[in-house]
């Protein structure tokens, strides 16, 4: 995937692609690095998070939208959605990190993501970063329930057609590509019942499985509500 799939994926274009860039740079490959970012982004999204769950659940208490924004904002679903962006495909990292598998490392994927929100911000505007978390949580908040994970983009899916009694989706590896330290994966995902399909991209079978169910599951949500 190219920034472009990834911009189009975060629904922001970059004025100064640098800044991408810059998300994208792990320490390990040089400076500048998204360390700084990720610093404000994890501002951006943790303040973002507590007023979207603040609107959304108007009887929630302080405690129990603390624990909530807590469930949503950490490693694990930053991670996840750091796998449907293909994010760590992007990644730019040190030779070590590369050879030990670190574009699928959740804490470095899961930092990039904040990063990407910071290089946002300094871009557009508080705004506009507030809109980009607005989209890629818009289904983990509407789903989510104090005290339970967020489930990633593979459950969901599965969850959804089990609900309907339909059966599972498919996934099929159409092609692996590059050595075995740096393989790129491209996986389908079909849903019959639903005519639905898409290919999905990462550095492992699993994420790239995770990119396609979660373009699956976007599609069917938005055929079910017409």
Known sequence: MTHNGLEAKLGHE??????CQQALTHRSFGVPHNER?????????????AHLIYERFPG??????SRLRANLVNQAVLADIATELGAGALMRLGEGEVKT???SRPSIIADAVEALLGAIFLDAGFDKAA???????????????????VKDAKTALQEWLQARRLPLPKYTVMKIEGEAHRQA??????????GASALGHGPTRRTA?????VQVLTYIEQKAAG
């Open 101 to 103: 598998g670190g574009a």
């Open 14 to 19: 970059f004025s100064d692609s640098s800044l």
């Open 209 to 213: 499985e995770q990119d396609a169910a």
């Open 131 to 149: 809109a980009t978390v607005g989209h890629l949580y818009s289904t983990r908040i509407d789903s989510a329930q104090e005290g339970r994970p």
């Open 60 to 65: 929630m208490a302080e405690g129990e939208l």
């Open 37 to 49: 970012l990720e610093f404000l982004g994890d501002s951006v999204l943790n303040c973002v998070v």
């Open 185 to 194: 994966f491209q996986v389908r995902c079909e849903v019959e019942s639903q």
